[in-house]
């Protein structure tokens, strides 16, 4: 069996992916990012009721750069840690609060690092798909 890429083949998807075909793919790689990116980000994520957990969004998926965020009201507060008065009475937790400083767990944080570590491994089979319907017709 033989099989045989001339140099006009490669110039011929060139020409496609530089005609627009390429903006495309790269933004459905960014749109399949964004999703893996909230799923990891909902892994990271501390739970308790699960409010903080369902929270996280795409707001933006561009083939520039994939924005996930998390909605909830108190995520800051989770990620980053606070500040709250020792002995004071909280009656959703049903017990007087002991520490002056709860510490930030980071989550959304982590999460980024893993997405951009990955980033490549999780665009490269739909890139892959894409490239393949173009050349296959």
Do not use: C
Not at 25 to 38: D, F, S
Not at 98 to 125: C, L, T
């Amino acid at each position: 069996m033989k099989i045989t890429v001339d140099k006009g083949d490669l110039e011929a998807l060139l020409a496609r992916l530089e005609a627009g075909d390429g903006e495309r793919i790269i933004g459905e790689g960014m749109k399949h990012l964004a999703q893996r990116g909230v799923d990891i980000a909902k892994k990271n994520t501390p739970v308790d009721k699960g409010q903080l957990r369902r929270s996280w969004v795409i707001r933006e998926a561009s083939p520039l750069r994939a924005v996930i965020v998390n909605y909830a009201s108190y995520a800051e507060y989770v990620e980053y840690g606070h500040r709250q008065k020792p002995g004071r009475f909280v009656p959703k937790l049903g017990k007087r609060l002991k520490h002056s400083w709860v510490r930030g767990q980071f989550y959304g944080k982590r999460s980024g690092e893993q997405i951009r570590k990955n980033a490549d491994k999780i665009m490269r089979p739909v890139i892959i798909k894409e490239v393949e319907k173009i050349i296959n017709g």
